[in-house]
């Protein structure tokens, strides 16, 4: 695949780069422009991976092969001309053909949007999934919803969030090819209606629906120089003709158009909520839209290889319900096979469990998904009707497993009873599928040993873990290519598709001249992140500090607030110039806060209100610097992480089912301060506790802590130098304007009950902090440190990930 062909050469890249710029874009090649010959460029590397895609997908058809199914409310793709460059082997050819217009690569990648169709972490692991499984050759598809409005762009206004439209179909994605003879028919609302077979039995047919169509959208996901495309499969909402007929027989145009209007809602807007769903109707009905859309492609495709029975369905079809936002997809295969295809209910439910497994991706009790039973009685009333029937089975043989334990029945059932009946999303993802996971080992074993305990008792064996990974061809190859040319100069570059080889490097981790090399590469990056900070904000920052980032969706329990403590002590420790082992140190701090979240929008600003304070003191002089970037998304990480030195990862014990971010920073040689949470817990392990700054109440701890006995106050009383921070900031040290702006902050830390435990680390953090300072200071050790944390970061490829999802879940195997 990597052999050059003749539309490999720069010769033909240059003739095609301007023939789409004349006649794609009907453009004047001449003088080359940057935007134009961006496009072009897109169009000619879109078009040398058309054919691999092709093929790639006539290839599942010939070998009628069981494929996966990856449903995700969310992808994060980030860019995608630099990744399908690198996936067909054209950079150089690529670099040089853009040159000869005059033109540089990297300037023209620059102009490309980031597709925000998802919210963090959740998101892009879906994204770094699909990588994997076309790189590792599985079979497979993603599907979602092509929003055309992503994740709100973030501005910094006076310090506080402001969201600005996300319209990044605006000029029309080289990427998404629209396929307009590929539609379906999606109903909502009706009624059930019972009526009798032929054959004298009762059945139920879904009548009086609205309806809209779904359109599909498909974006190439390429593997690694392996001539394997993957498809996503994105929906787009269209409204259907009969829809407008209606109303144009009435003559009443206008309604026309405003029903139209409003089916193609649909898919208008990503919802901005990271882990906290808001109940809204719009929101069900995207899930609905895409799973039923999904469906029918799902049977389309089965249908076509002419089985005689669904019994063989699970054994060609596998399907991954990425979190409970696909979860309605159990009840809709039920539809489908009990209604339309008169299966029995036994067969058709035996059918079911046979093919969905789930990914479960949050503890956090706010974050489980429920609807209201009004809700989906509503708008789906046959689904509602399915999974009360799903719930009278399940509970009957639960009763007769445990008779007399009302409370076990209450704990498993359906439908949570407390406030308004509700559907518990994650209780029906659990009992439709065969296998359900967490994210990382802590992860998983708190999903067994509390949230769905009862559950892990009924069902032994079905609980599991997937440890989360991420794509080393976009997080290391991709985003540091001056250390990934470093890597491949000693161990040559195996590691971009089998990452455990990076461990070959741990043998140069005291070599002084590799040393030396490590150093160059981490201020480089420095200096070209410092580039572009001056350039986006103006403001100077110095490569020689520590780089110390916290970036993440900004969130109570991801704990800003615990970062934002230790830097006010820093701050006052300068000012009084009692400073033990003080590197000077840059912090950044980039993420978006959901707009609802009122204390998260709190934080933002209280981020820059402290960086306001500690930029602008003369006391300080270089010794610390504070910024906090707009709009973080896909790109950005790339320029940030590459640069950092120190990686924040101090959640609340228990609380973070995983995090990639901490995968990403390891592996591109930050180290890490990091509580017993997620995936921190195994990076330690693999890193070496000696390369690793910990601190903080375990998981354990935080239990019991909860259970009662936890006083804050008491904390703060005795801490002189916490005490000083909250003062400052409760009393108007950093919003003398509004002195009292912050209360909340220091409120939901002192008054209530400080439920995510930053008193309780603070203590151990800024103590961990001044070691991390210490070993700063120590050139040698700390590279040493760096070099091994890549060395043995090999276990987060997402290619492993993804084959133990093959093996252990799917069962399907890479294509030869
Ligand atoms: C999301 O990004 C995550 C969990 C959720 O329940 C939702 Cl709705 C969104 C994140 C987790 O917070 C993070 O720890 C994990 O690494 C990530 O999903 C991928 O599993």
Known sequence: MTAPESNQSVESLKDDIQRH?????????????????????????????????????????????????YMSLEFLPGRFLMNYIQALGMEEECREAVRDFGLDLDELLEEEWNPGLGNGGLGRLASCYMDSMATCKIPGYGYGILYDYGIFYQTIVNGYQHEGCDNWLRQ?????????????????YGRSEAYEDSAGHERFRWVDTESVMAMACDIMVPGHQNGHVTNMRLWKAISTRDFELEHFNRGDYIGAVQSKVESENISKVLYPNDTSPRGKELRLRQQYFFVAATFQDILRRFRKNNYSSFDCFPDQVAVQLNDTH???????????????????????????????SYTNHTVLPEALETWSVELIGRMLPRHLQIIFEINRRFLDDVGKRFPGRVDLLRSLSLIA???????????????????????????????????????????????????????PRRWLMQANPALSELIGSVIGNEWIHDLSHLSELA??????????????????????????????????????????????????????????????TIYNRIRSGSVAHHVPRTLFFAGKAAPGYLQAKLIIKLINAVGQAVNGDPAVGNELRVVFLPNYCVSQAEKLIPAADLSEQISTAGMEASGTGNMKFALNGALTIGTLDGANIEIREVVGEDNFFLFGHTEEDVHRLHSGGYDPVQIYESNIELKKALDMISTGFFSPEAPSLFRPIVDSLLAHGDYYLVLADYAKYVAEQ????????????????????????????????IMEYARNIWKVSPLT
């Open 21 to 69: 710029v004349a006649l794609t874009l009907g453009s004047d090649p001449f003088p080359p422009r940057k935007e134009r010959y961006y496009l072009g460029l897109c169009y000619s590397v879109r078009d040398r991976l058309l054919g691999q895609w092709l093929e790639t997908q006539r290839s599942y058809y010939d070998s009628i092969t069981k494929r996966v199914y």
């Open 172 to 188: 029309d994605s080289p990427w998404v090819l629209r396929r307009g003879h590929f539609m379906f028919l999606i109903n909502f």
């Open 326 to 356: 696909p979860a309605i997809s159990i009840a809709e295969l039920m539809r489908i096979l009990v209604d339309d295809e008169a299966l029995t209910w036994e067969t058709a439910w035996t059918i079911c469990q046979k093919t969905f």
């Open 417 to 471: 009873e407390d406030d308004g009946k509700q559907v518990r999303m994650a209780h029906l993802a659990i009992i439709g599928s065969h296998t359900v996971n967490g994210v990382a080992e802590l992860h998983s074993k708190i999903l067994k040993a509390r949230l769905f305990k009862d559950f892990d008792n009924l069902y032994p064996g079905k609980f599991t873990n997937v440890t989360n990974g991420i794509t």
């Open 507 to 568: 043998a140069y981790a005291d070599d002084p001249e590799f040393q030396q090399r490590w150093q160059e590469v981490r201020k480089r990056n420095k200096k070209l992140l410092a580039r572009y900070v001056l350039r986006k904000l103006g403001v100077g920052i110095n490569p020689a500090t520590l780089f110390d980032m916290h970036i993440k969706r900004i969130h109570e329990y991801k704990r800003q607030i615990l970062n934002v403590l230790h830097v006010i």
């Open 770 to 801: 001044a070691r991390v300072s210490k070993c700063y200071e120590d050139p040698a050790l700390w590279t040493r440190m760096s070099i091994l944390n890549t060395a043995n970061m090999g276990k987060f490829s997402s290619d492993r990930a």
